[in-house]
């Protein structure tokens, strides 16, 4: 089994920043890959961006995040962080993080694992 916890969210206000953690424990040497989701009230599940957690493969992002939010490891803490700048309303959601065993990131990877959930929200 694999549990990942997140945290670090909050209310921020718009063009705020904010830090996300996931930290992992148990099976996590059977995955490669970690990424982050979110998901608004009424809307579907949104891919953000993943990173595998050992090699040195390039990091993927959503084009809807890509130069705000910044998907980085630290593997001495089994810990990926998810660094989210210049906030806007729209980014108010619950942010998952997830891990798969795929071996190359990517949104259409499958990921076995999800954490509860930390929520965001972006005042105007």
């Known amino acids: 089994q694999v549990q990942l916890v997140e945290s670090g969210g909050g209310l921020v206000q718009a063009e705020g920043s904010l830090r996300l953690s996931c930290t992992a424990s148990?099976?996590?040497?059977?995955?490669?890959?970690m990424g982050w989701f979110r998901q608004a009230p009424g809307k579907e599940r949104e891919y953000l961006a993943s990173?595998?957690?050992?090699?040195?493969?390039?990091?993927d992002y959503a084009d809807s995040v890509k130069g705000r939010f910044t998907i980085s490891r630290d593997n001495s803490k089994n810990t990926v962080f998810l660094q989210m700048n210049s906030l806007k309303p729209e980014d108010t959601a619950v942010y998952y993080c997830a891990a798969s065993s795929s071996v190359l990131p990517g949104p259409r990877r499958v990921y076995e694992n999800w954490g509860q959930g930390t929520q965001v929200t972006v005042s105007s």
């Open positions: 990173m595998p957690i050992r090699s040195s493969v390039a990091a």
């Open positions: 148990g099976r996590i040497f059977a995955r490669n890959v």
